[in-house]
């Protein structure tokens, strides 16, 4: 069974660049057909896809995002990686990495929150 | 990009019952990309039911999914008490490729 799990810094400063990493346990990042996306929810709002990347290396971000968004995968440490440049307020929410085989997601990790504040 | 409204906003009811809880989508979407997630307090979402009526690994069978086209229906047969939380469906699209309904908050009455 694949587990997820997020990490990185849970405060960032307006206009800076939030990154985030997911480390992946239970199977190959490369392996199988896979798609590794980041998914985030505001405190007491709905979920909202950012982007995904495919074993591949290919990569689909939500048009509302995607002049800020990189998301890269690094296969030597099982992981795949979130960047979120010129971030505001409006940024501030759990951020989920999670995974499945396309049309549904399969896998979440427990989510961690990003506070955006000076 | 297609919008997908879920209705009610809430529904209140009692262990036992049945819950019936409405995904209506702006255009028409493909059975085979709808699914339904529950998410309970401080929890990331759990897979319930994919292509619209397959039920996801481990799901008891009082969860069922139907619908075609633009509306889509979760049903809980039976509520048990870990069964009170937020669900919210899911379709799969060309981009983005995944949208979200706003959720449906299933509390006890």
């Known amino acids: 069974q694949v587990q997820l799990q997020e990490s990185g810094p849970g405060l960032v400063k307006p206009s800076q660049t939030l990154s985030l990493t997911c480390t992946v346990s239970g199977g190959s990042i490369s392996s199988g057909s896979y798609y590794w996306s980041w998914i985030r929810q505001p405190a007491g709002k709905g979920l909202e896809w950012i982007g995904r990347?495919?074993?591949?290396?290919?990569?689909n971000y939500n048009p509302s995002l995607k002049s800020r968004v990189t998301i890269s995968v690094d296969t030597s440490k099982n992981q795949f990686s979130l960047k979120l440049s010129s971030v505001t307020a409006a940024d501030t929410a759990v951020y989920y990495c999670?995974?499945?085989?396309?049309?549904?997601?399969?896998?979440w990790g427990q989510g961690t929150l990003v506070t955006v504040s000076s | 990009e297609i919008v997908l409204t879920q209705s009610p906003g809430t529904l209140s009811l009692s262990p036992g019952e049945r819950a019936t809880l409405s995904c209506r989508a702006s255009q028409s979407v493909s059975s085979s990309y709808l699914a339904w997630y529950q998410q309970k307090p401080g929890q990331a979402p759990r897979l319930l039911i994919y292509g619209a009526s397959s039920r996801a690994t481990g799901i008891p069978d009082r969860f069922s999914g139907s619908g075609s086209g633009t509306d889509f229906t979760l049903t809980i047969s039976r509520l048990e008490p870990e069964d009170f939380a937020v669900y919210y469906c899911q379709q799969y699209g060309s981009s983005p490729q995944y949208t979200f309904g706003q959720g449906t908050k299933l509390e006890i009455k």
């Open positions: 999670a995974s499945g085989g396309g049309v549904a997601v399969d896998y």
């Open positions: 990347i495919y074993t591949s290396g290919s990569t």
